[in-house]
């Protein structure tokens, strides 16, 4: 199987520069749609809308037997990741794409922490300094005491934390049901868990709005499924540096687009948190374990 995967890098790295593209576009089109829509309806909307595409899931989501534990990982799942998407869009309408997209590189390696705490997965002195060098990477972003920190980078810097959480309860759930249940039921629990929340701010959209926030679904559902393909082709070792690609083209368009200063400091610290996601990953390819640390774009909205 390994060896199948392997023989097929230039069709992953393909697949994983779709997803970037997606994924890019997702940031675009909340960052056009702008403040008037208060975040929290932005994200309810996001995954309302877009629970048009569970439809192919309806057949083994219906089949499947849930146990009541099994339920209640899932519903801490949505609560938790409903947070983060909340956090991210807030992020999203107060500090530049290219930060966005750097410091949301930091989830991965939050992952690497929390599967070390909760999961018991042995944390090498390897492993110890990447985290290191991601931290400095995030720190060179923020650069305190030499810029202001605003609103929006604590919002990302906590959403990067909350979807590595996320992330950590999909590990847990996914060795009991298939993929489908566990896509399906995440979309289903943060439209419950954002429902409040977009009530309590509710401004009425327009249709342009909310065929901006359709749009928003539908990329970030294809996002999700060329980054499958992507998988499918090649291991995470070989798509993840590929995944950088994001920032510059986040740094490129927030400069063209939206007249987003280009910070090299952004791009640097950026750089060094990928680097230390892909050297933990490729480690885990080395050792022949089960990953554990996820894929960038798998801590996406």
Not at 126 to 131: D, F, P, Q, S, Y
Not at 242 to 257: I, N
């Amino acid at each position: 199987m390994e060896s199948a995967r392997t023989a097929r890098p230039m069709v992953g790295i393909f697949w994983m520069l779709v997803t970037g593209v997606c994924f890019v576009a997702v940031t675009a089109i909340v960052k056009y749609l702008g403040p008037r829509i208060p975040p929290a309806e932005q994200a309810f909307l996001r995954y309302a809308l877009g629970l048009v595409f569970l439809i192919p899931m309806l057949r083994p989501m219906l089949r499947t037997r849930i146990s009541g534990r099994l339920l209640a990982l899932f519903g801490a799942r949505g609560v938790l990741h409903a947070i983060g998407v909340m956090l991210w869009f807030f992020a999203m309408t107060r500090i530049p794409l290219a930060e966005v997209t750097a410091i949301n590189y930091l989830a991965p390696v939050y992952v690497t922490l929390g599967a070390a705490i909760f999961l018991g997965e042995r944390l090498a002195l390897r492993r110890i300094l990447a985290v290191v060098v991601a931290l400095i990477g995030a720190a060179i972003i923020l650069r305190p005491g030499f810029r202001e920190i605003l609103p929006g980078h604590l919002a990302m810097l906590l959403a990067a934390v909350v979807f590595g959480g996320s992330y950590l309860l999909a590990k847990v759930t996914a060795d009991r049901v298939n993929a489908a249940v566990v896509v399906g039921m995440l979309s289903i629990w943060v439209t419950l868990a954002l429902a409040p929340f977009a009530a309590a701010v509710w401004v009425t959209p327009t249709l342009a709005e909310l065929g901006i926030l359709f749009g928003v679904a539908c990329f970030a559902t294809a996002g999700h499924y060329t980054m499958t393909l992507a998988f499918a082709a090649a291991p995470v070792a070989v798509t993840q540096p590929v995944t950088f690609l994001q920032l510059v083209w986040a740094t490129a368009l927030g400069a063209l687009v939206f007249a987003e200063p280009v910070d090299i400091w952004v791009v640097l610290g950026g750089g060094l948190i990928l680097a230390s996601v892909t050297f933990i990953t490729w480690r885990e390819a080395m050792l022949n374990r089960g990953p554990i640390t996820p894929p960038t774009p798998a801590t996406k909205v």
